[in-house]
Every structure is written in structure tokens, then in C-alpha cells.
């Protein structure tokens, strides 16, 4: 595991160059998850945290424990009703959070924001259908990882732990916090692999960050993550930004970056998705079955018209 710094940063930094882009792909290596979005002025928001704001102009009264009323109901009729659809491989009735995985396959809104283990991914889940400058939100996973790590320990005693350790300490937390069993002083993210895997997931090596608190947004709750380290957050350079990725373990005068935020003019977006079609990220790999298929369609058709 590398070597933290006393100074981590929560960076945005601007790509001009198509260069830009693939060379920034090459320094990310495995330190990383990502996350595509269509609006480079959007944040870090669930799906479940934008359903209770679009109630905000009607209900002058919204308290903070709207979203947590709204989880549990909708928790509850999906496990009553799911068996109508598909009544084979159902999770337990306590494993909440693969639940709330389904639920979120399927369109329900939920407290789970989805990322990538892929870059290219990423990027092309950012130009999807967007006409705005677009972002790519990178998290640090050796951060997150050290956090629930030492967690585990904390919690359990123990001075070391496998893989599996660790995994089925963060579902069980997940599960407790969902529950309500678990309330926590301090914020925290989880890294979720659901264990009842769908197609689209494989396909577009997905996984879900997981805030503890539902009553905050997911940016307050990252925010509070990363600034329980001591932090600068700043809008860096290309060359600054390009340099901590390097290594950040042999010069102490590149930053540890924890979360940071790409952003791609959309100026580009004709050659990047270009790009992703060489090396075969396109909606057709990434979807499964017909959607796939039609959404491809919707691309060629974008190429085309672009050339009139």
C-alpha cells in the first residue's frame, strides 16, 4: 500500500487535448474508481438524494430524515413485490444491500451511486448523451480501503485480515446502516460488490460508493471523509495534476490526491467517442441485449449527422 503524505488534495483540473485524456489514463493504474457525468457543473449526488430534492418546492416542511423515510418504504414494497417478477436466487431477507442493488439496476432510487473500475468507462458513461462540457470524478480506493481497513480492525481486534475479511465486515456494516442498527459519529464511504452480479455490471465493471449517512448529501459525506485528513482542495494545473500521478511515493512534493474531478470540453467529444468505438466501448458492449443494440444505434446515427 502506498505511502500517505501529510497533504492530500481534492483536485479539478481542466483536459484541453485529446492527448491529455489518454495520457492521464496511463498514469491512473489501479489507485482509482470512476465516474462519468454528462454536466461537468453537476455533483456528487444519489439518485435517492435528487428524488427527495425535486419534493423540495412542494414540501416547505422537508426534514432531514426525509430520504431514510423514503428508503425503508421502498426497501419494503420491492421485497414484497419482487417475487411477482423473479423468484429465483433471491437474497436474504436481511441482506439489504443487495437489494438495494437490484433496486438500483432496475431505476429505483437509491443511496448508492454508481462507479467504474474502468476509466473508458467512465468517459463513455460522460458523453452519453450529454451536450455540456462533461466531468470524470476519480476516488481514491487505497484511501477508502485504509479507512474501512483500519475500521475493521478497530472494531474486531484483529491484526490481520484477508480479503474476504474485509468484504464481509463492510457488507455487514452496510446492512447495519441501512437498518438503523449502526449510527455513526463521523461519515464514512463504503465500497460495495454486490455478490448478486447482473450482466450490466460485468459488463461495464461496475461496483457502488456507499454513503453511511443518508440524512447529508454524498458530497458533505465525502467532504467529511477527506478532510478528517489534512487536505487542500484546489483547482490544479495539467502539468501539476499530471505530475502527482506519477508516483506518489519517491517525491514528497507531489500530492496524494483523494478525489478529484476531470473536466472534458465537449469540443472533444466527436474524437473521444471515436476513440472508445476503436477500442470497442461502445453502448452495445456496455448494455446488455436489445437495449444495447438500440442505444449503438442512436451513436451511429449522432456520427453521421455530425459530418452533414
Request: charge should be neutral.
Amino acid at each position: 500500500m502506498a505511502k500517505f503524505k501529510r497533504v492530500n488534495f481534492n483536485a479539478e483540473v481542466t483536459l484541453d487535448s485529446f492527448d491529455d485524456i489518454l495520457q492521464v489514463n496511463n498514469l491512473f493504474l489501479n489507485r482509482y474508481y470512476f465516474r462519468g457525468q454528462g454536466n461537468c457543473n453537476w455533483p456528487l449526488t444519489t439518485s435517492i438524494e435528487r428524488l427527495v430534492e425535486s419534493y423540495a418546492i412542494y414540501d416547505e416542511n422537508r426534514t432531514p430524515q426525509l430520504a431514510e423515510i423514503y428508503e425503508v418504504k421502498m426497501l419494503s414494497e420491492f421485497q414484497y413485490k419482487y417475487p411477482l417478477y423473479n423468484n429465483v436466487n433471491l437474497p436474504p431477507k436481511n441482506d439489504l444491500i443487495e437489494w438495494m442493488s437490484i433496486m438500483q439496476h432496475f431505476g429505483a432510487k437509491t443511496r448508492l451511486l454508481d462507479f467504474s473500475k474502468s476509466f473508458f468507462v467512465a468517459l463513455y458513461m460522460a458523453l452519453e448523451n450529454s451536450y455540456d462540457d462533461v466531468a470524470i470524478w476519480g476516488v481514491n480506493i487505497e484511501f477508502i480501503n485504509r479507512k474501512l481497513t483500519q475500521q475493521y480492525f478497530n472494531e474486531t481486534h484483529k491484526r490481520v485480515a484477508s480479503y474476504t475479511d474485509i468484504q464481509r465486515f463492510i457488507k455487514d456494516r452496510a446492512n447495519s446502516l441501512i437498518r438503523g442498527e449502526l449510527k455513526l459519529k463521523y461519515p464514512e464511504i463504503l465500497i460495495i460488490h454486490p455478490e448478486f452480479v447482473n450482466e450490466r455490471i460485468v459488463r461495464q465493471q461496475g461496483l457502488f460508493l456507499m454513503p453511511s449517512n443518508i440524512q447529508i448529501s454524498f458530497h458533505d459525506c465525502m467532504n467529511n471523509l477527506i478532510w478528517s485528513e489534512p487536505v487542500i482542495s484546489e483547482t490544479m494545473s495539467r502539468d501539476r495534476f499530471m505530475e502527482s500521478l506519477v508516483d506518489t511515493t519517491k517525491s514528497s512534493s507531489n500530492p496524494y490526491i483523494i478525489l478529484f474531478k476531470l473536466i472534458i470540453p465537449n469540443r472533444l467529444k466527436l474524437k473521444l467517442v471515436s476513440m472508445l468505438n476503436q477500442i470497442n466501448v461502445t453502448a452495445e458492449t456496455l448494455y446488455p441485449g436489445l437495449e444495447g443494440l438500440c442505444k449503438s444505434l442512436n451513436h451511429i446515427r449522432d456520427k453521421s449527422l455530425s459530418f452533414c
